[in-house]
């Protein structure tokens, strides 16, 4: 019997681990999951996430797997057939992947009697999707084009025209994939499931068309509004169509910079660290930011998604790590931002 293979897809922050929480805890406690991470970076942080769930996790670190990374992905899905032997297969890809690059590893004839892939799930960040279009064309669409069911996240505070220009804006590159549009906590994971099996089964309305109106000026989440405070980002060679016939692989477009540390942070260090991410144009241009960390009386836990953040209360680790992934990024300012204010109390 073939194996089933959930792929949840999707840019970076848009939901992916969230989702997949989801479904091990409301849909697949009965079964033996075996979840491959394929993190950006060169620690991982939703493995820890995830750790509590009943789940065999499996990390791997840096790149994309669109290159040399194949191999290994195709090795460590042979060997969890054979060592875990799995009652479902789980892949979240990095943010920065292709989806159809997981998808041709899935296709390749070793794997044609032994795996078949069943939820192609793509996250769609409803408050960021229009300006990964617009910056990061080439990965964001790819995600969408590929996916049977796209799915909304961070959409509970949209008005349904808004919805409705976004799946506007979308459907010309997929069509066909069913959406979910509801926002999660209203639905129950198999309900999100459920959509990729009978498309007629669809957890949205469907509105008659709009006009998509971009506006003069956006945010691109990283607190500017274009107005030339920091615009590297939007003279990127990668974006400007300068390369019409080279695409490109992620690890020419995204860096990844990756600390451990045992140092400790106080609430206020943390939240400084963090708004300086989306403020100071020195480290760089940072898409995603995530860790776990120590904090004066308790670990933890902090998500940023280009320019928006939380931190929560986390469960103890062997130590402290954090991810960041962007544009430019200058590493040894980093190093010294998260060094500096590690320090409680700095
Ligand atoms: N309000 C809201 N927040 C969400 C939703 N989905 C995810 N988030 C938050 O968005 C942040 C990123 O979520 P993750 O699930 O880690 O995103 P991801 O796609 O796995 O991120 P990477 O794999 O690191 O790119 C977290 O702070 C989540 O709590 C949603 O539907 N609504």
Redesign the pocket.
């Known amino acids: 019997m073939r194996v089933p293979v959930d792929i949840i897809s ?1 840019f ?8 997949i929480s989801k479904l091990l805890d409301e849909c697949y406690q009965e079964q033996r999951v075996f979840l491959l991470e394929n993190e950006y970076g060169e620690v991982g942080i ?1 493995g820890s996430l995830l750790a509590n769930q009943k789940v065999e996790v499996k990390e791997i670190y840096s790149g994309c797997i669109c290159c040399s990374l194949k191999g290994d992905f195709t090795q460590v899905l042979l060997e969890a057939l054979d060592k875990v032997k799995p009652q479902r297969i789980i892949i ?1 890809p ?2 920065v992947g292709k989806l159809s690059e997981i998808l041709s590893v899935l296709e390749q004839d070793v794997f044609q009697q032994r795996l078949t892939a069943e939820h192609i799930i793509t ?1 769609v960040d409803a408050l960021k999707a229009e300006i990964y279009l617009r910056n990061f064309g080439e990965f964001f669409k790819d995600q969408v084009k590929h996916a049977r069911t796209l799915v909304l ?4 505070a949209l008005t349904g025209d808004q919805v409705r220009e976004l799946m506007q804006m979308l459907r010309p590159i997929n069509p066909t994939a069913a959406w979910v549009t509801t ?2 906590e209203n639905l129950k994971g198999k309900q999100i499931l459920e959509v990729t099996h009978s498309p007629e089964v669809m957890f949205t309305r469907e509105f008659p068309s709009l006009k998509i109106s971009l506006g003069s000026q956006h945010s691109c989440g990283c607190g500017c509004h274009h107005s030339g405070e920091h615009r590297q980002h939007h003279e990127c060679n990668c974006h400007s169509g300068k390369h019409p016939h080279h695409l490109h692989a992620a690890p020419e477009v995204f860096q990844g910079w990756s600390w451990e540390s045992p140092k400790a942070f106080s609430n206020e260090s943390l939240q400084r660290v963090l708004t300086l991410l989306g403020k100071d144009s020195q480290l760089g241009y940072v898409l ?1 930011a ?1 860790g776990i960390v120590p904090g004066e009386d308790q670990w933890l836990h902090f ?1 940023y ?1 280009t320019g928006d953040w ?1 931190i929560t209360a986390a469960s103890p680790q062997p130590i402290g790590r954090a991810v960041v992934i962007g544009q430019n990024l200058k590493t040894d300012r980093l190093n010294h931002l998260f060094e500096k204010c590690v320090e409680i109390g700095c």
């Open positions: 999707g970076l922050g848009a939901g992916k681990t969230t989702l939703d979240e990095t943010g996250v996240s961070k959409n509970d926002p999660w995603r995530k998500e998604v939380k």
